[in-house]
């Protein structure tokens, strides 16, 4: 989100909750000390302000309640799970490492006794079953992957025959918890990098990408957001990113939690890897920590300062500045809504305004000349590009007042039906505009730099189906792709790479593609909806369809989906998020501002889209 007013900041998460544990908060009601253990039921979501800690184990706990209080401690706000390592014995504890990852199921697992004919109670060790349906894992780079089918693991405990307490001595790695769990104590965060493969903008501008990662989010957030910050893009987007901090740079040692002062400064003191940039290289590093902490606190961070491993300050960074350094995804709002009007030309209305008088945009694509089905209009709003009526051609051209007639065509299509030629195209924050051909016999996603010149076929080794839709990122580095395989179509999203030959021509590669919506049978529509959030019109197996928001590594973001709306074809939304969502339906084109209900704009109107 750019300097602008109106930046959203997140609720504060202010309070203690001191109970009888992370599960049991409505009474301490005793435990069980022997015999067969129910599931661990997922916690009801609390209220953000509240935060839960377990208690410690009991003394003489029996082994069911040792395994019970341990996974409730899972779900505690303990910094350092000291409480959960209560219920280890010391070897345990020092080879268990709860960073590594975190293993979310539908519901909280379950535990079943693995007791033979031999085993009795008055035995010096216990195993127990740990076992549920997988619904997600996060990794120790905090990424998010969905995740399906059958989770299995074991809890083993022994009798300390020094102390007569039982323990776990032997335990699955990570953390393990049900989803109600997962969206109480975690928060889905970006963290920004720089493109590597994308030129920098006029004035040497650079683009920034985000990386979604979830961290705990009543747990000194800031520190860890830095951490995961200083180490690094994640694995899938590590080869088209790159950071500003040299590698090795890390917090200094006796660095043990940051924070915001009453003005939202961040001072940031990092070991010895740092202390030799440059005034351009920290003020890049500055500007990386800006963007990734300002909706983190109540009141967000407007000023970094970077400190050296002797306390030297290194450079200083606020907002204003910051923008300057780098086009952050939504730091120009645009100016217009745009769709195809009833005589099939490109018009435009003001953004965010609740007009509903459009004009024709100026130039060829707004005269009706043409006859258009689709448009797509440039980051900039300088220029557009728009599909003929039939799908077979794609004109450019320019959106300045005065401007010139369309000339030929700069793509077109052999498909052979309507269905079977060009999509909507879209528009990177490069310039480049990206769209698919879906012709049968000549399938291809084609790139034009700068909206001209030779298509570049873009490789796609790892597609499988034909591309029905495509929105590329601002940052050019991520592209979300509706794919359409026997009779199913799902939202995709892939990496963008490129490389410059010595003949000045460009190779572009689309790898690593990964669906981001399985539970849905058929996706109809979609848009981007934030820097790293998307809106997706579609349905389940058997569904009706709905409307929902997803983040690009297929979680579900905190918040409320849009109000349904029947017979959905088309969406467009900003990536600036505070700006309404616009829809084609079966009602024409209509607009969702927030905290409003969907409203109609006009009824002989189609294909809304914002720039992009």
């Not at 800690?53 to 019970?68: D, H, K, L, S, W």
């Not at 965010?352 to 689709?374: I, K, Y």
Request: include cysteine; charge should be negative; hydrophobic fraction near 35%.
């Amino acid at each position: 989100m750019g300097a602008e007013g109106g930046r959203r900041r997140r609720a504060a998460r202010t309070g203690v909750f001191a109970g009888c544990g992370a599960v049991l908060l409505a009474g301490c009601a005793s435990m069980p000390d022997s015999g067969d253990l129910r599931g661990v039921e997922s916690t009801p979501r609390q209220d953000a302000q509240v935060r839960v800690f377990a208690m410690p184990p009991r003394e003489n706990a029996g082994p069911a309640e040792i395994v019970q209080g341990f996974l409730e401690a899972l779900t505690s706000d303990d910094p350092g799970y000291e409480t959960a390592r209560e219920y280890l014995t010391a070897g345990a504890s020092r080879g268990w490492h709860p960073d590594r990852s975190t293993t979310v199921l539908s519901d909280g697992p379950n535990t079943v006794p693995e007791h033979s004919s031999r085993i009795r109670e008055a035995d010096e060790d216990y195993t127990y079953a740990l076992t549920g349906s997988r619904f997600a894992v996060v990794d120790a780079q905090h990424a998010y992957t969905p995740q399906s089918g059958t989770y299995s693991s074991t809890v083993h405990l022994t009798l300390d025959k020094k102390t007569n307490q039982w323990r776990i001595d032997s335990l699955p790695p990570g953390v393990v918890m049900g989803r109600s769990d997962f969206q109480r104590n975690y928060v889905s965060v970006n963290k920004y990098y720089y493109a590597s493969n994308v030129p920098a903008a006029e004035g040497g501008r650079l683009s920034t990408v985000a990386d979604p990662v979830y961290v705990r989010s009543k747990v000194d957030a800031v520190t860890s957001m830095v951490r995961t910050l200083l180490t690094g893009p994640t694995r899938w987007l590590d080869p088209a990113a790159t950071s500003s901090f040299p590698p090795g740079t890390a917090l200094r040692k006796d660095v043990t939690s940051l924070s915001p002062d009453d003005q939202n400064k961040l001072t940031v003191p990092l070991n010895g890897k740092a202390d030799r940039v440059g005034r351009t290289q920290c003020s890049r590093m500055a500007a990386q920590l800006l963007f990734t902490l300002q909706d983190l606190t109540p009141t967000g961070v407007s000023e970094v300062e970077l400190e050296g491993s002797d306390g030297r300050k290194l450079c200083e960074l606020d907002e204003n500045r910051a923008e300057i350094i780098a086009s952050h995804g939504t730091a120009k709002r645009p100016e217009y809504e745009y769709f195809i009007d009833g005589r099939q030309r490109l018009v435009r209305l003001p953004s965010g305004s609740s007009s509903h008088e459009f004009e024709p945009v100026p130039g060829g694509l707004g005269d009706g000349e043409r006859a258009l089905r689709a448009a797509a209009v440039s980051r900039d709003e300088d220029k557009a590009a728009g599909v003929s009526a039939d799908g077979r051609y794609l004109y450019t051209g320019s959106l300045e007042p005065g401007a010139p007639p369309l000339g030929s065509a700069v793509l077109a299509s052999q498909g052979l039906s309507e269905d079977d030629r060009l999509t909507t195209p879209s528009w990177d924050g490069g310039g480049d505009l990206w769209v698919a051909d879906r012709g049968p016999r000549n399938s291809r996603l084609v790139v034009l730099e700068k909206g001209s010149g030779q298509p570049v076929v873009v490789s796609t080794p790892g597609l499988d189906g034909r591309v029905e839709a495509v929105r590329v990122a601002a940052d050019g580095v991520r592209i979300a792709l509706i794919v359409e395989k026997d009779g199913k179509t799902s939202l995709q999203i892939g990496r963008v790479e490129r490389e410059h030959g010595g003949d000045g021509r460009s190779a572009v590669s689309l790898l690593k593609l990964h669906s981001v919506t399985p539970q849905l049978e058929e996706v109809t529509a979609m848009s981007w909806a934030g820097d790293s959030r998307l809106v997706v019109v579609g349905r389940e197996s058997g569904g009706v369809q709905q409307m929902r928001y997803v983040q690009v590594d297929g979680s579900e973001p905190a918040g409320n989906a849009p109000p349904s709306l029947t017979g959905v074809k088309q969406i467009a939304a900003s990536e600036d998020e505070r700006l309404p969502l616009v829809a084609y339906s079966e009602d024409g084109i209509v607009r969702l501002s927030a905290g409003a209900q969907w409203q109609k704009v006009v009824k002989a109107g189609t294909a809304p889209v914002y720039p992009g």
